[in-house]
């Protein structure tokens, strides 16, 4: 079974009572649990994480390069501004998808940018949770078509 990381950037932890007619109801566990079965069906080892730590992440896509570990991440708020998480991510050895659950291009001028853009494989965003489920999709097509070295 192949392993992917699917990060999750600052604020998202409070998913559920955080701006609900943004974010949606939905809690953190809740997705967690979602993109667990959703890699279960696909046959992808799913492991969830999530931070407010921008340190933490970068770490956590050094260990997804290291390993050649495909990433679906949402890098939250870090998307608009965070060089260093872009750099970090420039490392990648497997698929990123970039994911969000709101539609960035359709809210706050800030949010239209992406530092992260340019070096993900490409950007599912504005389904609600459901963004995830077809950033998960993606990757095992991706892993389908070039499958792993033995
Ligand atoms: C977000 C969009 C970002 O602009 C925002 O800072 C987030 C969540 C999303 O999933 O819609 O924290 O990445």
Known sequence: MSHVLVLNGPNLGRLGSREPDVY???TFEDLAVLCRDTGRRLGLDVDVRQT??????VRWVHEAADARMPIVLNPAAFTHYSYALRDALAQRTAPLIEVHISNPAAREEFRH????AA???GTIAGFGMMSYVLALQAVAELLAETPAPH
């Open 52 to 57: 407010d730590d921008e340190a933490e992440l």
């Open 119 to 121: 070096v993900a494989t």
């Open 113 to 116: 940018n992406s530092v992260v």
């Open 24 to 26: 949606g109801s939905t």
